[in-house]
């Protein structure tokens, strides 16, 4: 699977931003050999809004969100997420490490790294979740081998002492796949920023609107180690070493299992209808319906109408109007283990810290034609 981190589009939005002469032959070569990937659309004009308002400038210079407010340490593991005044205070911290990892499904057509191009938090990196993945396989985004994950951060320049704040274009969405994937990898100095880059915005903080040559030489540096490693090459330095969390992850065989003993409840973040068989799947090709035990949490009832988490109490009444109890182990799955780990979030808020996700997900289990599934009309 190759990386998704070019485009010709990315290209072209990209030209007067930077000037080609900058950057070394290698990078152009990569840039160009990624632009085969397709992405889907123009940015919108509704993303050119760059500068912040006179009253975030004059916050910020009372210094109401100073450094002896703030610290990369004040943030706790036991939260899942920090608001945009904190990452605001603590931008520009030595150990703190921002990620844009904005992903979107095809039917929405926006292309993230072209976004990222116009508009990103300043000094974030950009995060491939389709390049940083495992690669020996056909199911989209799978979590990457141990190796693999390490070589991609160490080149991206993160160390196991940085925090990691991620963010997406939605508010949260693709942003809470990464905050998994660096727990699964024993990194727990991880964060969603609540409400993502429009919450950032709207709060009127500066963004960049171009990226460094920086940021593209270590984004061309992550995706040539993971490729290395996937053809057996040696990678180094390794700055950043993972320590694998099993209990994390979940592969098809132990949720086969689980539906035939039940241990675990299982909870799908997908939609009503698409858990119901009411409505098509956004992939082709694969069949509606869902595992035979699970029950339905629509990721967006994580949420309140500006995209940020929900209040504990409010979370747990989520939960609970579903039958899920708090006091029993749940694991969760969706379409291809993007949102369900918005729901491990929503989870971990509420002090369930070791929910698993089913990385395969629904389209991993859809497309085994003897599993057994229902809701799917086709199948009756």
């Not at 889907?40 to 969100?65: I, L």
């Not at 997406?168 to 998994?180: E, L, N, P, T």
């Not at 024993?186 to 609107?209: N, T």
Request: aromatic share 10%.
């Amino acid at each position: 699977m190759a990386s998704t981190l070019f485009s010709r589009s990315f290209l072209a939005a990209s030209h007067r931003f930077i000037t080609p002469s900058l950057l070394p032959q290698k990078t152009l070569n990569f840039a160009a050999s990624l632009s085969k990937r397709a992405f889907y659309s123009q940015v919108g004009s509704g993303s050119t809004v760059y500068n912040s308002t006179s009253w975030a400038r004059a916050m910020a210079s009372t210094g109401v969100w100073s450094k002896s407010s703030y610290s990369t340490s004040s943030a706790s593991t036991n939260e899942p997420v920090v608001s945009v005044d904190w990452l605001h205070a603590n931008l520009k911290e030595p150990d703190l490490k921002v990620l844009d990892a904005s992903w979107y499904m095809p039917e929405e057509q926006r292309n993230p790294i072209q976004e990222y191009q116009v508009a990103h938090i300043p000094g974030a990196l950009f995060f491939d979740l389709d390049g940083i993945s495992d690669r020996t396989t056909s199911l989209p985004h799978m979590l990457p081998s141990e190796e693999a994950f390490a070589a991609g951060c160490s080149a991206l320049g993160i160390d196991n002492k940085d925090g990691v704040v991620v963010y997406d274009g939605k508010g949260i969405f693709s942003a809470a796949r990464v905050w998994w994937m660096f727990r699964v990898f024993g990194h727990d100095k991880v964060w969603v920023l609540d409400g993502g880059l429009p919450r950032w915005r709207a709060s009127g903080y500066d963004v960049e609107s171009s990226a460094s040559g920086d940021a593209i030489l270590k984004a061309s540096a992550a995706s040539e180690a993971i490729e290395k490693i996937y053809q057996g090459q040696m990678v180094s330095p390794i700055t950043f070493q993972t320590k694998f969390q099993p209990h994390l992850v979940w592969k098809l065989d132990q949720v086969k299992n689980n539906m035939e003993d039940p241990t675990y409840q299982h909870v799908d973040a997908r939609s009503k209808a698409r858990f119901d068989g009411t409505a098509p799947e956004p992939r082709k090709g694969i069949r509606s319906g869902h595992i035979p035990g699970s029950k339905c949490v629509p990721f967006p009832q994580m949420f309140d109408s500006s995209q940020t988490l929900l209040p504990a109490e409010e979370l747990k009444k989520r939960f609970e109007q579903e039958d899920i109890s708090l006091d029993k182990p749940i694991m969760a799955s969706c379409g291809t283990g993007v949102t369900a780990c918005i729901l491990a979030m929503g989870l971990h808020r509420l002090g369930k810290t070791d929910v698993p996700i089913y990385d395969g997900s629904w389209t991993e289990w859809a497309s085994e034609p003897d599993l057994p599934m229902e809701g799917d009309e086709s199948s009756s």
